[in-house]
């Protein structure tokens, strides 16, 4: 899958000027001098991704046995500048294959890192030196895209993630701090949602999923986590964001989770949003919780206008007491973090939008299902055209500058958040409503719901588009984009 011409074995070396001329090229993926008599590296790359096993104390005594980049979850982002070429180097320091994926980045499919893609792999105990094009100003993420399947210590379960911002040219700087948030769930363990739901409803008498008769003890095995964080500590455990009265802070989140959406609430407070996947929104609104799919990055102002001492956390009790939460302290202010109780409220992408309607050129549909739980006990999915469950019946083949209006459909009790590589779209419809202005890479498509994309695509190659639930994408969940000139 990967080739041999870029993985260090091949003892290939360049000279600056090679270097420089294969960076031009861009195809090219250059192989960095590794061996060479204790040289150092002939271009000092911009990101350094070092992927090894190592130990991360998300609560006092309580160390979390995982791989990570660097040995490191805390969130510190990895800046990078708007437009600048980015020179990259991985060393896998394990014994398996890895993929990054440059999560929101537009970039030749061969270093966006998906196996499916054919993009190159970092062999074990390796490096891969490439290069990727300068980005435009905003939020990404960079992650593992291995398969997990029955292995809750790979892909995006284990702790290889980080935040990437790329810093505009400009920087408008219409606030006073910027506070960028990463949340991710530690020690991941399989549950059997039948004997779970029947044993729960046997303890309150209740019925659970009454909209699901069909599905009721047929979902299969699930996961669940011991422990969650922001910024790779538990709540109370990593430093309090620190404010004073009257600033406006800019929180830049990103859901690193493997499959659970979070909602965010910081009482007394709001959250002005002006971003969504890295990309300015065209209508600022006001919320009181953010929702925040897998993969999906949320940039926020909110105004520091109650003093005290707050949680900022999940609204889910039993999520927030797992970890996922910091302390917001005001300056002068002391004493227990408090907390208040937030409805769940249904987000609503259309806030952030326009109305009207995109035109498109030509519509495709997608229909998202559930198949039968495979022998051993695993969910089974596949994203089908409008008329064929057969799985990976999608044959569509897309052209480059052309406009379509993808309609997916959710025909599950599942939240779906559905992410395409190497490419933004633009969310056309939500909940029902036409919108435009709104750009993003993953959106997700709420149970039993419907949305529409305009999806232009800018480079030829494959795309893969899949569920950011990494149970759910490696267990069907997912096609390939083929983009022709
Ligand atoms: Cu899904």
């Known amino acids: 899958m990967h080739s041999s011409g870029v993985n260090e074995s091949s003892g290939k070396q360049l000279s600056r000027r090679q270097f420089l001329s294969a960076a031009a090229a861009f ?23 070092r992927i090894a096993r190592c130990e991360i104390e998300v609560a006092p005594g309580h160390r979390i046995q995982t791989t990570a980049y660097n040995g490191d979850a805390s969130g510190v982002p990895i800046r990078l500048r708007e437009g600048a070429l980015i020179r990259v180097e991985i060393q896998n320091q ?7 994926h440059w999560h929101g980045f537009s970039v030749d499919a061969r270093v966006d890192g998906t196996a499916e893609e054919n993009s190159f792999g970092v062999a074990p ?14 939020s990404y993420y960079v992650h593992s895209h291995a398969m997990a399947h029955h292995d809750l210590a ?15 040219h400009q920087n408008p700087g219409r606030y006073d701090k910027e506070v960028f948030l990463t949340s991710h769930e530690w020690e991941p363990y399989f549950i059997n949602e039948a004997e779970e739901a029947n044993s729960l409803e046997e303890m309150h008498h209740v019925r659970l999923d009454t909209d699901d008769d069909d599905e009721m003890g047929g979902d299969g095995w699930d ?26 802070i800019l929180f830049h989140f990103l859901n690193a989770s493997a499959t659970e959406s979070l909602q965010l609430g910081l009482p007394g407070h709001q959250f002005l949003v002006v971003g969504l996947d890295g990309h300015q929104v065209s209508r600022a609104s006001v919320v009181d919780v953010l929702t925040i799919g897998v993969g999906e990055r949320v940039d926020a102002i909110v105004e520091m206008n109650m003093p005290g001492v707050w949680v900022l956390g999940s609204i889910d009790d039993d999520i927030r007491g797992k970890g996922l939460g910091v302390v917001v302290e005001y300056a002068g202010q002391h004493g227990e973090a408090r907390w208040a109780d937030f409805s769940a409220p249904v987000w609503d992408y259309g806030i952030f939008g326009e109305d009207g309607r995109c035109e498109a050129d030509e519509e495709v549909a997608l229909r998202l299902i559930r198949l039968p739980v495979a022998e051993d006990g695993f969910e089974r999915w596949t994203i089908a055209g409008e008329a064929d469950e057969r799985q990976g019946s999608l044959q569509k083949v897309f052209q480059k500058g052309r406009r379509y209006r993808v309609a997916i459909k959710n025909e599950s009790n599942e939240c779906h958040p559905m992410h ?22 993953t959106v997700m498509v709420l149970p039993y719901g419907s949305v529409e994309l305009i999806f232009t695509p800018a480079m030829a190659g494959p795309a893969l588009f899949h569920c950011h639930n990494q ?15």
Not at 126 to 131: D, F, I, K, V
Not at 132 to 137: I, L
Not at 420 to 441: A, C, M, N, Q
């Open 27 to 49: 195809a090219a993926v250059t192989g960095f001098d590794h061996h060479g008599n204790g040289q150092p590296l002939t271009v000092k790359p911009d990101v350094n991704l």
């Open 94 to 100: 394990t014994g398996v294959e890895e993929y990054v």
């Open 125 to 138: 105990y390796s490096r891969l030196a490439y290069e990727v094009p300068g980005q435009t100003a905003g």
């Open 154 to 168: 790979a892909g995006t379960y284990s702790g290889q993630f980080a935040f990437v911002y790329v810093d505009p």
């Open 223 to 248: 996961v669940r986590y011991r422990l969650a964080s922001l910024n790779g500590k538990a709540l109370g455990h990593g430093d309090p964001i620190c404010v004073a009265r009257g600033e406006r």
């Open 420 to 441: 395409l590589h190497r490419h933004w779209f633009e969310v056309s419809r939500y909940l029902g409503r036409p919108t435009t202005g709104i750009r993003k890479d």
């Open 471 to 485: 149970m759910h994408m490696d267990s069907g969940l997912q096609t390939l984009f083929n983009v022709v000139q």
